[in-house]
């Protein structure tokens, strides 16, 4: 997300959501009203970074003028597009972009990032032709965050507990069908690097009609490593050791007997080639470098011993990261680390402009990290103007770009056309007992709303 206080781009304006006055915050609000009249604020992308940035100048600032301006039909980025349909109630998000492997094979049929297929079953638009192919056995996910372990619930969740969830009705039939029956999710270091919550932990193991395949030799030795690590770690390891080396209840050891499905996650390996099938025509399986680590704590890295392995598989998901795209030619972007130089949401040598959210920091965090990082270059940005450090002057606004896109044939959408686009989406979703049957079409959402 990135942010200007002197030009704007036009999504939806949100003066109405601006909080009422209280009395924690009004002396701040009246140090601005002498210097700045109204300030116009545009910012880029209608995520979790935008909408929580917006959020912090309305409340900070009673006469802020703020327009969110959004690329796609519908607001709300991937809290809409990247939130797995079982869990409406995480909101862990997002860039544009996915990491590549950068393997031979990486192109082949049968081979996509995480963040397409979950694009995919959520509804994404850009995403809709995905189609992956759902009829092989084994299924390889790169990468052992909690993107990763979303992908592998989706994949192995019985359809039938999909059903009254939002996830797209093209997506579930295609789950019916699939004979996805083991899903394995690899990482290149060891169990105390693994990057996904015991939450997400915990409802894979107890996720119906599957058994975890842990292997107690990937688990030696940890139980000593673990007693000085933060109490959060110590308790997603102590449930792996759990998992992994102690003997299940007679309840439990039944039920893992006649699970149909299984999930095992592979520790030091590193894709190192996605092996073709004899006709060459998709992915079979993928090469495996088998690694060791050196150093420790933060700077623990896998080196590979030599030794590979080949474990067959007709689905590669990559979940190795995400990765932001520069935003224009006019704004400074580092490709290596995928960010905007910055310095706490100033945008480096470029008064004025702001940036927030993953393309500020690079892909790390959950939700509550891109409020507080969103929050911080809020308050950047009030400070710049109570300073008197940012462009003077009036400011045509939204009406400039209103008539720049009138003049190429453009007509945005906004938020209230979008409320119309959402009623419509609840309604379809009423018949099916779910909370809404998602618009995947944009032709389709232009129509509705008598374009």
Same mark, same amino acid.
């Given at each position: 997300m990135a942010l200007r206080c002197w030009r704007w781009w036009h999504w939806s304006a949100w003066p109405r959501t601006?909080?009422?006055?209280?009395?924690?915050? %009004? !002396?701040?609000?009246? %140090?601005?009203?002498?210097?700045? %009249?109204?300030?116009?604020?545009? *910012?880029?992308? !209608?995520?979790?970074?935008g909408f929580y940035t917006a959020q912090h100048l309305l409340k900070h600032h009673s006469r802020a003028r703020v327009d969110i301006y959004e690329k796609q039909l519908v607001p709300f980025g991937l809290v809409r597009f990247g939130v797995a349909p079982d869990h409406p109630e995480v909101k862990s998000y997002g860039a544009e972009d996915h990491r590549a492997l950068?393997?031979? /094979?990486?192109?082949?049929?049968?081979?996509?990032?995480?963040?397409?297929? *979950? /694009?995919?079953?959520?509804?994404?638009?850009?995403?809709?032709?995905?189609?992956?192919?759902?009829?092989?056995?084994?299924?390889?996910?790169?990468?052992?965050?909690?993107?990763?372990?979303?992908?592998?619930?989706?994949?192995?969740?019985?359809?039938?507990?999909?059903?009254?969830?939002?996830?797209?009705?093209?997506?579930?039939?295609?789950?019916?069908?699939?004979?996805?029956?083991?899903?394995?999710?690899?990482?290149?270091?060891?169990?105390?690097?693994?990057?996904?919550?015991?939450?997400?932990?915990?409802?894979?193991?107890?996720?119906?009609?599957?058994?975890?395949?842990l292997d107690p030799a990937d688990f030696l030795g940890l139980q000593d490593r673990i007693k000085e690590v933060p109490r959060p770690r110590k308790r997603l390891m102590e449930l792996l050791l759990r998992t992994a080396t102690e003997k299940p209840g007679a309840e439990e050891a039944a039920r893992r007997a006649s699970a149909s499905r299984a999930w095992g996650l592979r520790f030091s390996r590193s894709p190192q080639q996605v092996l073709p099938s004899a006709d060459g025509r998709r992915a079979a399986g993928i090469r495996l470098a088998v690694t060791r680590l050196e150093g420790v704590g933060e700077a623990t890295r896998a080196v590979p011993t030599g030794d590979v392995e080949d474990l067959p598989c007709g689905l590669v998901l990559s979940s190795i990261g995400y990765k932001s795209r520069p935003i224009d030619p006019s704004v400074p972007f580092d490709l290596k680390l995928g960010v905007i130089p910055n310095t706490e949401g100033r945008v480096v040598d470029m008064p004025g402009l702001y940036c927030s959210g993953w393309v500020k920091r690079g892909p790390t965090g959950v939700i509550t990290t891109t409020m507080t990082d969103s929050f911080l270059t809020g308050q950047m940005l009030l400070q710049d103007l109570k300073a008197g450090l940012l462009p003077s002057g009036p400011r045509p606004g939204y009406a400039a770009i209103k008539a720049l896109l009138s003049s190429r044939g453009v007509w945005p959408i906004s938020f209230s056309d979008w409320e119309k686009l959402d009623a419509e989406e609840v309604s379809r979703g009423q018949g099916a007992g779910k909370p809404r049957e998602k618009l995947l079409d944009p032709q389709e959402m232009l129509r509705l709303l008598g374009r």
């Open positions: 601006r909080p009422p006055p209280s009395g924690s915050t %009004q !002396s701040f609000r009246q %140090q601005f009203s002498t210097q700045e %009249q109204t300030p116009q604020i545009c *910012v880029v992308g !209608s995520g979790p970074a950068e393997i031979p /094979g990486e192109e082949l049929p049968g081979v996509f990032s995480a963040r397409a297929f *979950v /694009g995919w079953y959520n509804g994404l638009p850009e995403n809709q032709e995905l189609a992956p192919d759902l009829s092989c056995d084994t299924a390889v996910i790169l990468g052992q965050g909690n993107v990763a372990l979303d992908v592998a619930r989706i994949l192995l969740t019985p359809p039938e507990h999909l059903e009254k969830t939002d996830i797209t009705e093209a997506a579930l039939g295609a789950l019916r069908q699939s004979r996805v029956k083991t899903v394995w999710i690899v990482g290149r270091r060891g169990p105390l690097q693994v990057a996904f919550t015991i939450k997400e932990l915990r409802e894979m193991i107890q996720l119906p009609g599957t058994r975890p395949i």
